[in-house]
């Protein structure tokens, strides 16, 4: 079994509420090394067999129109990796 995987952003000039409120409760924890934080959207896709470079096209496709809002995001990975 072959799993794609599939990374799905807000675009850089939409307000991120969560990535903000993240932020905050790492100040609150005392952590103080990171600028700043954007919290998106991780899409595991499973395949029989390995995955092939067509399995690939079709979640681009799919991450694009379904898995992702092209106004306010950004699908910035689709990749295949090893299934557990």
Do not use: C, Y
């Amino acid at each position: 079994m072959g799993r794609i995987i599939v990374n799905v952003m807000p675009k850089p000039e939409i307000l991120d509420p969560q990535g903000k409120a993240i932020a905050t409760a790492f100040g609150r924890l005392g952590e103080h090394s990171f600028t700043g934080v954007r919290q998106g959207k991780r899409f595991e896709l499973e395949v029989e067999g390995d995955v092939t470079e067509e399995h690939l096209q079709a979640a681009r496709i799919v991450a694009e129109s379904t898995l992702s809002n092209p106004i306010i995001e950004d699908v910035v990975s689709v990749e295949a990796t090893e299934a557990d």
